[in-house]
Protein backbone atom coordinates (compact mmCIF):
# COMPACT_ATOMS: atom_id res chain seq x y z
CA UNK A 1 0.00 0.00 0.00
CA UNK A 2 1.43 3.48 -0.60
CA UNK A 3 1.53 6.03 1.92
CA UNK A 4 3.13 9.36 2.29
CA UNK A 5 2.73 12.91 4.25
CA UNK A 6 3.14 15.95 3.80
CA UNK A 7 2.19 19.89 4.21
CA UNK A 8 2.37 23.18 3.93
CA UNK A 9 5.12 25.02 4.16
CA UNK A 10 4.96 26.81 7.51
CA UNK A 11 3.65 23.04 9.08
CA UNK A 12 0.10 24.30 9.75
CA UNK A 13 -1.77 22.13 7.67
CA UNK A 14 -0.41 18.18 7.14
CA UNK A 15 -1.96 15.28 6.00
CA UNK A 16 -1.73 11.79 5.72
CA UNK A 17 -2.40 9.21 2.65
CA UNK A 18 -3.01 6.02 2.34
CA UNK A 19 -3.39 3.74 -0.20
CA UNK A 20 -4.28 6.41 -3.10
CA UNK A 21 -3.46 5.93 -6.88
CA UNK A 22 0.30 6.84 -7.43
CA UNK A 23 -0.47 8.67 -11.76
CA UNK A 24 -0.47 11.88 -10.95
CA UNK A 25 -1.70 14.78 -13.25
CA UNK A 26 -0.47 17.79 -14.47
CA UNK A 27 -2.34 21.20 -15.57
CA UNK A 28 -1.07 23.77 -17.66
CA UNK A 29 -3.87 25.91 -17.66
CA UNK A 30 -4.01 29.68 -16.92
CA UNK A 31 -5.53 29.65 -13.47
CA UNK A 32 -3.08 27.35 -11.92
CA UNK A 33 -0.16 29.05 -13.56
CA UNK A 34 -1.63 32.14 -11.98
CA UNK A 35 -2.08 30.12 -8.50
CA UNK A 36 0.96 28.39 -8.41
CA UNK A 37 3.44 30.15 -10.66
CA UNK A 38 4.08 27.62 -12.73
CA UNK A 39 2.03 24.43 -13.44
CA UNK A 40 0.21 22.49 -11.13
CA UNK A 41 0.65 18.55 -10.77
CA UNK A 42 -1.26 16.65 -8.32
CA UNK A 43 -2.43 13.03 -6.58
CA UNK A 44 -6.28 12.41 -6.21
CA UNK A 45 -6.84 10.55 -2.67
CA UNK A 46 -10.63 9.73 -2.19
CA UNK A 47 -12.11 10.65 1.12
CA UNK A 48 -11.08 7.45 2.75
CA UNK A 49 -7.53 7.88 2.03
CA UNK A 50 -6.67 10.88 3.60
CA UNK A 51 -6.66 12.60 6.97
CA UNK A 52 -5.81 16.51 7.31
CA UNK A 53 -4.86 17.89 10.34
CA UNK A 54 -4.87 21.90 10.84
CA UNK A 55 -8.03 22.27 8.58
CA UNK A 56 -8.80 25.46 10.27
CA UNK A 57 -5.81 26.96 8.83
CA UNK A 58 -7.42 25.87 5.01
CA UNK A 59 -8.75 28.76 2.78
CA UNK A 60 -11.08 27.35 -0.23
CA UNK A 61 -11.11 30.03 -3.15
CA UNK A 62 -13.93 29.10 -5.52
CA UNK A 63 -11.98 29.72 -8.82
CA UNK A 64 -14.71 29.12 -10.88
CA UNK A 65 -18.15 27.70 -10.81
CA UNK A 66 -17.11 23.99 -11.23
CA UNK A 67 -13.50 24.01 -8.75
CA UNK A 68 -12.31 25.83 -6.05
CA UNK A 69 -8.87 25.70 -4.77
CA UNK A 70 -7.15 25.30 -1.17
CA UNK A 71 -4.23 26.89 0.71
CA UNK A 72 -2.54 27.63 3.72
CA UNK A 73 -4.00 30.69 5.00
CA UNK A 74 -0.90 31.46 7.42
CA UNK A 75 1.69 30.64 4.94
CA UNK A 76 0.03 30.45 0.99
CA UNK A 77 0.97 27.43 0.08
CA UNK A 78 -1.50 25.95 -2.78
CA UNK A 79 -2.32 22.51 -1.30
CA UNK A 80 -5.71 21.19 -2.75
CA UNK A 81 -7.89 20.96 -5.69
CA UNK A 82 -11.39 19.69 -5.90
CA UNK A 83 -14.48 20.43 -7.97
CA UNK A 84 -16.52 20.86 -5.08
CA UNK A 85 -16.84 19.89 -1.10
CA UNK A 86 -19.32 16.65 -2.13
CA UNK A 87 -16.80 15.52 -5.00
CA UNK A 88 -15.54 11.99 -2.63
CA UNK A 89 -11.90 13.16 -3.52
CA UNK A 90 -9.40 15.80 -2.96
CA UNK A 91 -6.40 16.38 -5.26
CA UNK A 92 -3.46 16.85 -3.53
CA UNK A 93 -0.25 18.97 -4.89
CA UNK A 94 2.14 16.53 -5.07
CA UNK A 95 5.10 19.05 -4.18
CA UNK A 96 3.25 19.32 -0.48
CA UNK A 97 4.50 15.06 -0.50
CA UNK A 98 7.04 14.64 2.31
CA UNK A 99 8.33 11.29 0.24
CA UNK A 100 6.84 11.36 -3.33
CA UNK A 101 9.02 8.73 -4.50
CA UNK A 102 6.69 6.33 -6.84
CA UNK A 103 4.28 8.51 -8.50
CA UNK A 104 3.79 8.00 -12.45
CA UNK A 105 2.88 10.53 -14.69
CA UNK A 106 -0.54 9.93 -16.23
CA UNK A 107 -1.45 12.96 -18.41
CA UNK A 108 -1.14 16.73 -19.05
CA UNK A 109 -4.18 18.68 -19.65
CA UNK A 110 -4.71 21.95 -20.91
CA UNK A 111 -1.24 21.74 -22.79
CA UNK A 112 -2.15 24.25 -25.21
CA UNK A 113 -2.11 27.06 -22.15
CA UNK A 114 1.05 26.35 -21.10
CA UNK A 115 3.38 29.68 -20.43
CA UNK A 116 6.27 29.76 -22.60
CA UNK A 117 8.92 29.71 -20.26
CA UNK A 118 9.03 26.33 -20.24
CA UNK A 119 8.32 22.37 -21.74
CA UNK A 120 6.17 20.20 -21.27
CA UNK A 121 8.37 17.00 -20.44
CA UNK A 122 7.85 13.53 -22.83
CA UNK A 123 7.69 11.51 -19.61
CA UNK A 124 5.29 8.88 -21.25
CA UNK A 125 2.41 10.73 -19.95
CA UNK A 126 -0.42 11.67 -22.38
CA UNK A 127 -0.63 15.31 -23.80
CA UNK A 128 -4.31 16.77 -23.99
CA UNK A 129 -4.53 20.21 -24.98
CA UNK A 130 -7.79 20.79 -23.26
CA UNK A 131 -9.63 18.68 -20.97
CA UNK A 132 -13.19 16.85 -20.17
Not at 35 to 45: D, K, L, R
Not at 76 to 104: C, E, H, V
Not at 114 to 132: E, L, R, V
Request: hydrophobic fraction near 30%; charge should be positive; aromatic fraction near 16%.
Amino acid sequence: MIKDTGGCQCGKITFELWGFNPEYSTCHCTECRKWTGSFYACIAAKTNQYKISGSEHITWYLKNPNSEQGFCKNCGSAIFWRKNPDAGYLDFAIGMLDTPKQLIAKHHIFCKYKANFYSIPKDGAAHFDQWD
